[in-house]
């Protein structure tokens, strides 16, 4: 460890870079990072993140749909059939449509906070396994 920090406070020197310490984190086993935790075996929301998931309260109107859709589409890539899941919700924000929160709606939300919840982990690969690559797709959907 100590020679690849060598190597990296060297090249920081030869460029002329420096870095704040307050803001470093040097041999940690996990860190937080553009609203992740990522440790050695893969990333996942961050504990902050999922709170604020969580906590969203039921949307109310158009914009307030768009608002928590925002806010999941950041970790859709961690959520298993993100846009079929979606879609009721997503259907409250089409054009010339009446904003009706039913049991559909209900459902879908309820299913997202449970996800969020158990902290949907994307793990790394390991390269000295086989990997397999599954396709699938709907009039909703694609997913891999």
Known sequence: MKCLLQ???ERLEKFNLTLDPAKMQICENKITY??????KSGYSPSEENVRKVTKFPIPKNV????????????????????AELAQPIVNLTKKN??????????DAFNKFQDMMLTKPTLKNIKHNEKLYLITDASKVAVAF
Not at 34 to 39: C, H, S, T, V, Y
Not at 63 to 82: A, C, D, P, T, W
């Open 7 to 9: 190597q990296v406070f």
């Open 34 to 39: 553009l609203g992740f935790e990522l440790d």
């Open 63 to 82: 914009k307030e749909v768009q608002s928590y859709l925002g806010m999941l589409n950041y970790f859709r890539h961690l959520i298993f059939n993100f």
């Open 97 to 106: 449509s009446e904003f009706i929160w039913d049991q559909k709606c209900q």
